[in-house]
């Protein structure tokens, strides 16, 4: 029998704080164009070469052009056996029955439902599958531009973050940051200039500052020298490819410090991702821990800082950072799909260590609302069971596990991004442009 703990976690409306969404045009013009793509196009990719998959094979799975689905299939099949109850496989085979109506991935059954996914890529389409099928309150995406204009397909439902990432690592387009900011950029005076006229331009559209260079250098974060910050800059800016990695680090460190000052004073909260790499075959554990950032929390102490993906497979050490700073949260986006097992069991122990208003339960971290809706279903089911093993096992009420769940679920975002004066801003910026 349902418990009103499982009826109100399947039901109740949450929020999303991680997302890579396509665009509504680029959804419905350049989408995934046939089933076996749209179900495999994300990071369950990375698991299918981990269990052997030749990446040619799992390339040509996701060749909607190619129209030999058997042989698409068959090159990946296996692997698919071997990995079908890891997080990423779960996703596929809940997308694949709740969105398809396929009970067993086939050429057969994904040929039979690619009318559906022709329904589905439609105008409105995106924004029904993520507000009224998975529930959500809004989503926040990092589409990999440093800033996005009001999106007029849900104003009020899509909003953006500011992305920092290229200056902290992976370059800047300086003839492009001129020309939004109208800045001349020839120094770190310059650049500061650029960089707050950036939040001028966009801070009251945005809803936080998100930057993912664990992928590309370690996390760790020292204050740097002006001078030598200056130096470094001139190497970046005149050619970043050969920019020796010190000096790539010391612009890096200074200006990651620029973002989170700035962060700070307009009230945007700085999202950095920790822990695992997507992809195959580049990641340096001792880089992604989230411990790395400390003395960047302690610099700046009235900026808060969103934590991603529960840091895993570092997690317990998330949880004590939540625990200790102020302005730390721990956010579970991808942290399901990872491991929902492990993603459970961080619920428990984060329940009995960290305050309760430090934690964000929902980010799918995809570009497709049909994956963004399987993503969900698996966190709702998930939470759903660490939430009763901790009421069977006597450590809360079903009323305090309930309340538990609403405050990760949706109160927690509220409080710490500015929801209502985003949604406010990005509306009247729409209605004022008619």
């Not at 625990?323 to 993603?343: E, G, I, M, T």
Request: aromatic share 10%; net charge negative; charged share 25%.
């Amino acid at each position: 029998m349902t418990t009103d703990l499982a009826d109100f976690i399947t039901n109740a409306q949450m929020i999303d704080t991680h997302e890579h969404m396509r665009t509504e045009q680029v959804w419905v013009e350049d989408g995934p164009d046939d089933v076996l793509r749209s179900l495999f196009e994300s990071y369950v990719c990375g698991d299918l070469v981990s269990a052997g998959a030749e990446p040619r094979a799992v390339d040509r799975l996701l060749e909607a052009a190619d129209g030999d689905i058997e042989g698409r299939w068959s090159g990946v099949e296996d692997a698919w056996r071997a990995i079908e109850h890891t997080g990423y496989g779960q996703a596929v085979r809940i997308a694949a029955k709740d969105v398809f109506g396929i009970d067993e991935i086939t050429p057969d059954t994904v040929r039979a439902a690619q009318p559906k996914l022709d329904e589905l890529r439609q105008p409105g389409e995106r924004l029904r599958i993520l507000r009224d099928l998975a529930k959500l309150d809004h989503i926040q995406t990092d589409n990999g531009i440093r800033t996005q204009l009001p999106d007029a397909s849900g104003p009020g439902f899509f909003f953006y973050d500011i992305s920092w990432v290229g200056f902290v690592y992976r370059g800047v387009d300086w003839d492009l940051l001129e020309r939004e900011t109208n800045v001349a950029i020839s120094d770190l005076d310059s650049l500061e200039q650029a960089m707050r006229r950036i939040f001028e331009l966009h801070g009251k559209y945005a809803v936080a500052v998100k930057t993912q260079h664990a992928y590309n250098r370690t996390l760790c974060w020292q204050k740097r020298d002006r001078a030598d910050a200056e130096r470094a800059f001139a190497r970046y800016r005149r050619d970043l490819d050969h920019t020796d990695e010190e000096a790539r680090l010391c612009f890096g460190d200074w200006a990651l410090a620029r973002g989170c000052e700035l962060a700070g004073e307009f009230h945007l909260p700085v999202k950095i991702h920790c822990g695992y790499y997507a992809g195959n075959g580049s990641m340096v554990t001792d880089r992604i821990r989230a411990g790395n950032l400390c003395p960047l929390l302690i610099e700046y102490p009235d900026t808060r800082f969103v934590l991603m993906h529960i840091a895993y497979p570092y997690s317990d050490e998330l949880i004590a950072m939540a625990k200790h700073f102020r302005n730390v949260w721990a956010d579970l986006c991808w942290a399901w799909s990872l491991n929902p097992v492990a993603s459970a069991d961080f619920v428990r122990r984060f329940i009995h260590a960290a305050p309760a208003s430090k934690l964000f339960a929902f980010g799918g971290d995809t570009k497709s609302p049909t994956d963004a809706y399987a993503f969900s279903v698996q966190m709702r089911r998930y939470l759903t069971k660490a939430l009763e093993t901790e009421v069977e096992e006597g450590e809360l009420t079903e009323a305090q596990a309930i309340a538990f769940a609403q405050r990760i679920m949706y109160e927690n975002q509220m409080q710490c991004f500015d929801v209502e004066a985003t949604r406010t801003a990005n509306v009247e910026a729409l209605t004022a442009a008619v």
